[in-house]
Nanobody, 122 residues
Framework: QVHLVESGGGLVQPGGSLRLSCAAS????????MAWFRQAPGKQRELVAQ???????NYVDSAKGRFTISSDNAKKMVYLQMNTLKPEDTAVYYC????????????????WGQGTQVTVSS
């Protein structure tokens, strides 16, 4: 079993900041990459930022310059620092990780957290 648990969501005013955290635990052999997705009401889930084993991040255009993804491989954590938040950033944010488990080391699967709500409103 693999578990991803997000934290750090909440209500913030436009222009404010939040830091999301995601902790991976369980039957983990290796983590090949981690990412943050979000899903707003009535919209499809979209990739916000991702980071691989090289440490090089990628962002959706709307997040560039405002969001920063980082990871701590030893702790099996990934973070999303979100600055200058806008109402259109309001969504449920999900952590995703590409993981090979101890019981199946040659097979990499994607795992999801339960999501954390981010609401940007005055």
């Amino acid at each position: 079993q693999v578990h991803l648990v997000e934290s750090g969501g909440g209500l913030v005013q436009p222009g404010g900041s939040l830091r999301l955290s995601c902790a991976a635990s369980g039957n983990i052999f290796s983590i090949k990459g981690m990412a943050w997705f979000r899903q707003a009401p009535g919209k499809q889930r979209e990739l916000v930022a991702q980071i691989g084993t090289s440490g090089k991040p990628n962002y959706v255009d709307s997040a560039k310059g405002r969001f920063t993804i980082s990871s701590d491989n030893a702790k099996k954590m990934v973070y999303l620092q979100m600055n200058t938040l806008k109402p259109e950033d309001t969504a449920v944010y999900y952590c995703n990780a590409a993981i090979a488990t101890l019981s199946d080391r040659s097979n990499i699967r994607g795992y999801w957290g339960q999501g954390t709500q981010v609401t940007v409103s005055s």
